[in-house]
């Protein structure tokens, strides 16, 4: 998204829009790895899907509407605890988890919090899905980037066909950044794999603090239009609605007394 705006000079909503795109191309392709190595929870994606595909929705709905720069401080906020978890020591992974019902709700919890983010800043969720997966559920670290492959691609698809609907996508540029990748993609769900628990912790942190360094910069140089639209499009209306027409202003003005008939 940051180097849509930097290098295609697209808005900042469009930007967001259409960076889901390249998602669906970049986790269709990484995931083969991480199945084929049997890196993926099948309980977990389903559920944290089943979230994600409402969250979506209600995203790129809001897209146009939120303060986006308030969005993206509370984001930074996260990746930032995030970041400094994983960094500042690794985190002890378990064999396994108990299935409950309020592991259940975790999943579903994170997958509508992710579609969320995903349909208002254009990310794949997987900078949310890892670090929660991690922390909270004891997910080693290749499996927490696997799960979250496998439920980025069917999120990544349905924002996309949302943002399409509603004219925020720019096809040529999205789908170019997306064949691109995918080489690379391959080669990083590979390298993932063999990586050591710690370093790849230590890694996804760096990652995290990198891209909340970035979306820090980009929060302090919006515009206002691209911070609120919605509020500026009212001010305009009314703006627009208080001024008087020119030709109102060439009309005699009617009932009003005669000065000479009535002094008063």
Request: glycine share 10%; proline share 5%.
């Amino acid at each position: 998204m940051p180097a849509f705006i930097l290098f295609a000079k697209l808005p900042q909503r469009l930007a967001h829009g259409t960076s889901l795109l390249p998602n669906v191309f970049l986790a269709s392709s990484g995931v083969l790895i991480y199945i084929l190595d049997g890196s993926v929870n099948w309980v977990a994606s389903p559920l944290v899907f089943a979230g994600s595909f409402w969250g979506v929705l209600l995203g790129t709905k809001l897209l146009s509407k939120i303060n986006l720069r308030l969005l993206m401080f509370v984001f930074v906020l996260v990746m930032l605890l995030g970041a400094g978890r994983l960094i500042l020591g690794s985190v002890n992974v378990a064999d396994g988890y108990d299935f409950s019902f309020l592991v259940a709700l975790t999943f579903v919890l994170t997958g509508i919090f992710v579609g969320t983010l995903s349909g208002l800043l254009g990310i794949g969720g997987g900078v949310v899905m890892v670090p929660v997966f991690i922390l909270l559920l004891d997910f080693s670290s290749v499996v927490a980037k696997g799960t979250s492959l496998l439920v980025i691609v069917p999120t990544a698809l349905i924002g996309t066909y949302r943002n399409y609907k509603l004219e925020n996508i720019d096809f040529r540029i999205g789908t170019a950044a997306g064949l691109g990748g995918i080489p690379l993609a391959l080669v990083g769900a590979w390298v993932s794999s063999w990586l050591s628990e710690t370093l790849g912790q230590v890694l996804f942190g760096i990652l995290l603090l990198l891209i909340a360094t970035r979306m820090l910069q980009r929060a302090f140089k919006m515009t206002p239009h691209e911070v609120n639209p919605v509020e500026l499009a009212e001010n305009s209306t009314l703006v627009e609605n208080s001024v008087v027409p020119a030709e109102n202003l060439a009309k005699p003005l009617k009932n009003l007394p005669d000065p000479i008939q009535d002094p008063n």
